[in-house]
Structures are given as structure tokens and as C-alpha cells.
Nanobody, 136 residues
Framework: QVQLQESGPGLVKPSQTLSLTCTVS??????????WSWIRQPPGKGLEWMGG???????YYSPSLKSRTSISRDTSKNQFTLQLSSVTPEDTAIYYC????????????????????????????WGQGTQVTVSS
């Protein structure tokens, strides 16, 4: 069974870069065909897909966040990371890493650049989530 665990600072100052790491066990970041994603949930809002990385290392991002987002991986540690630059208080959210998406319709939306809000059932496995607050 695939398990994921997010780690990183819980407090980031405005204009700085948010960096989170997802450690994967029970699966491989280098071979999983569904890829791996970062998703966040701001207070009182739904789940927002941010971007992901495929088994080849190819990355794909939400158009609304692409200019500030970078996703990479370390296959030797079986980890993938998220960097979000120039953060503002609006980036305060619970951040999740997940395996997937698992459904073709979401991949079509990624290709079309239209994937935004997602559901938990769209992804095979989730980390427990980590709260990140952007505040001075």
C-alpha cells in the first residue's frame, strides 16, 4: 500500500518561497504510471490541484500557478518536492501530496490546461496534509 508523508515549515513569510517534500513508501516515484501531484485546500474552500510530476520526470502545472510553481523529485530518496515562490497570505492552506490523478478525464483536463478543483476520489493515495500559514 502506497503511503505519502508531507514535510516542511508550517510558517512562511510573505514574498518568500514555500518548500515542501513528500516522502513515498510502498511505491516508486520513478515507476508509478499515475504520477504524483500536489494539491492544496485554503480555509473554507475546495481542493485545488497545483501540479504534478510523471514517472519520466515530466512536470505539469495548473496554469493559474505555473509562473510560481516548481515540482521536482529525488528518486534516490523516493521523494518529490514543491516550491511555490512569492507567497502571499492567500497561499495559506493545507497542502497535500497524492498519487495520481487516477482518472483519464483529469488527464484530459491537465492537457487542456483546465484542471482546477478536484475531489479526493480522483487520487489513489493521499498524505495526511500539512498546514502552511503565510504571515509576517
Amino acid at each position: 500500500q502506497v503511503q505519502l508523508q508531507e514535510s516542511g515549515p508550517g510558517l512562511v513569510k510573505p514574498s518568500q518561497t514555500l518548500s515542501l517534500t513528500c516522502t513515498v513508501s510502498g511505491g516508486s516515484v520513478a515507476t508509478n504510471t499515475a504520477g504524483w501531484s500536489w494539491i492544496r485546500q485554503p480555509p473554507g474552500k475546495g481542493l485545488e490541484w497545483m501540479g504534478g510530476i510523471g514517472r519520466s520526470g515530466f512536470t505539469y502545472y495548473s496554469p493559474s500557478l505555473k509562473s510560481r510553481t516548481s515540482i521536482s523529485r529525488d528518486t534516490s530518496k523516493n521523494q518529490f518536492t514543491l516550491q511555490l515562490s512569492s507567497v502571499t497570505p492567500e497561499d495559506t492552506a493545507i497542502y497535500y501530496c497524492a498519487r495520481g490523478p487516477d482518472h483519464q478525464r483529469l488527464w484530459l483536463q491537465i492537457i487542456a490546461g483546465s484542471l482546477g478543483e478536484v475531489q479526493r476520489a480522483d487520487f489513489g493515495s493521499w498524505g495526511q496534509g500539512t498546514q502552511v500559514t503565510v504571515s509576517s
